[in-house]
């Protein structure tokens, strides 16, 4: 009998699988352990492995379709065996939502002198589509479906956008690229959080100089023990998980039934890598010395950029750090990363004129300095703690030897 081979749940919050590539074509012969094809969740591309041998008898789905988690995509077996025609399930599934009054229906009124009859056409989507739509106001027959035979999902109807007319052509000509893989699933995540939290961004000067004589003193320290260079992300970084402790508000997740606080911070690390941007976590960042911690932060984006993450590297943040590193670029506003509720964007620092008292008088100096841009979701907390948490991350990093203690 042929073996089913399932769309995997690969995080918690994982509902749908995208097929980045097949690794196998149908009528290859494949191994247990080996990798028969990849699939996009959370930022990442994950190669699946094969739990069964035998032929790699029928494919439900091409690269870059989408599938339920636990549905069938396709048959492991020996060769000459039947397998269905089409995806085991689709049919009794749309059956299903019929019989839930889950059938969208399109009223198109026709009048005549003695009555009114009206047609309806049945559309194909999820409950999930179906609720948004009601909730856009929107026609389900104008959605594209990208889900098995066409069926809509929430993710087309949350994308969809009524056509405009098109202008007449130019003499410059471009290409559409279309979205995929890692991009698709950062613009997903992304859109979904700026849509759906409500934002502000506060912005605040550090003055660097007491921070870059401490790095000096400790550097040649934390590299003989970690054999790593500390940088000014670490620094920066354990600033924020003292003020954590202090305002706990915004080391929280939120959900739809409430806000989640936690003992202990899990830090987002936002790492570039060649095609987008991942967030690695370093569990219990708050319990780690600089050393300790300079460690973990290079440990986990040497992995990202290698392209070694795993999900679960990737999942179970409460608070993240944004850096733009040596760039030119002085403040930005971050987009917190669901379902976290602050994230901290660290800019590029740049020297500044300041006039300084000393006991010669008044005089111009030249200092280093950066901004720090905190965002945060107001629905879980107010304007003054949280200028209040930016202000206690600026006095930790003006004054850093109390960093040490």
């Not at 009206?118 to 106001?137: F, L, S």
């Not at 305002?247 to 806000?259: D, K, M, Q, R, T």
């Not at 992995?303 to 040596?326: C, V």
Request: glycine share 6%; proline share 5%; with cysteine.
């Amino acid at each position: 009998m042929a073996n089913e081979v399932l769309m995997p749940k690969l995080s918690s919050t994982m509902d749908v699988g995208t097929i980045t590539t097949w690794l196998k074509n149908e009528g290859d012969s494949v191994e247990v352990g080996e990798a028969i094809f990849e699939v996009m969740t959370d930022k990442i591309a994950i190669e699946v492995e094969a739990y069964d041998e035998g032929i790699l008898l029928k494919k439900y789905i091409g690269d870059g379709d989408s599938a339920p988690v636990n549905s069938v995509i396709a048959y492991i077996g020996e060769a000459g065996e039947d397998v269905p025609a089409e995806m085991p399930g689709a049919e009794a599934e749309a059956a299903e939502e019929t019989e839930a009054e889950e059938v969208a229906e399109v009223a198109e009124p026709t009048e005549s002198n003695e009555e009114t009859t009206v047609t309806t056409t049945k559309v194909r989507a999820t409950p999930a589509a179906r609720r948004i739509a009601r909730e856009k106001g929107l026609n389900l027959q104008k959605v594209q479906g990208s889900g098995p035979k066409g069926r809509i999902q929430a993710l087309d109807v949350k994308e969809y956008q009524e056509p405009t007319v098109a202008a007449a052509p130019k003499a410059a000509e471009g290409e559409l690229i279309p979205w995929s893989g890692m991009r698709k699933a950062i613009a997903d995540k992304m859109s979904e959080s700026k849509h759906t939290i409500p934002h502000v961004t506060m912005n605040a000067e550090v003055d660097l100089t007491k921070v870059i004589e401490l790095r000096k003193q400790l550097l040649p320290m934390v590299e003989e023990r970690t054999d790593e260079r500390l940088s000014f992300l670490e620094i920066i970084a354990k600033a924020a998980m003292v003020a954590l402790k202090a305002y706990p508000e915004f080391n929280a997740n939120a959900y739809a039934e409430g806000i989640k606080r936690f003992d202990h911070v899990n830090l987002g690390v936002a790492v570039a890598v060649s095609d987008g941007l991942v967030v690695p976590v370093v569990e219990q960042a708050d319990q780690k010395g600089l050393s300790d911690l300079t460690a973990a932060v290079k440990a986990v984006t040497k992995k990202a950029r290698d392209g070694q993450l795993m999900p679960a590297e990737m999942s179970g943040g409460t608070f993240t750090i944004s850096s733009l590193g040596r760039s030119k670029v002085q403040t930005f506003n971050p987009i917190i990363n669901l379902p976290e509720v602050a994230i901290l964007g660290v800019g590029g620092s740049y020297d500044k004129l300041v006039v300084a008292d000393t006991s010669e008088g008044s005089q111009v100096a030249t200092i280093t300095a950066l901004n720090l841009c905190l965002s945060f979701d107001h629905r879980v907390a107010d304007g003054a703690p949280a200028a209040a948490f930016l202000s206690m991350i600026v006095d930790l990093l003006e004054n850093p030897m109390s960093l040490l203690l």
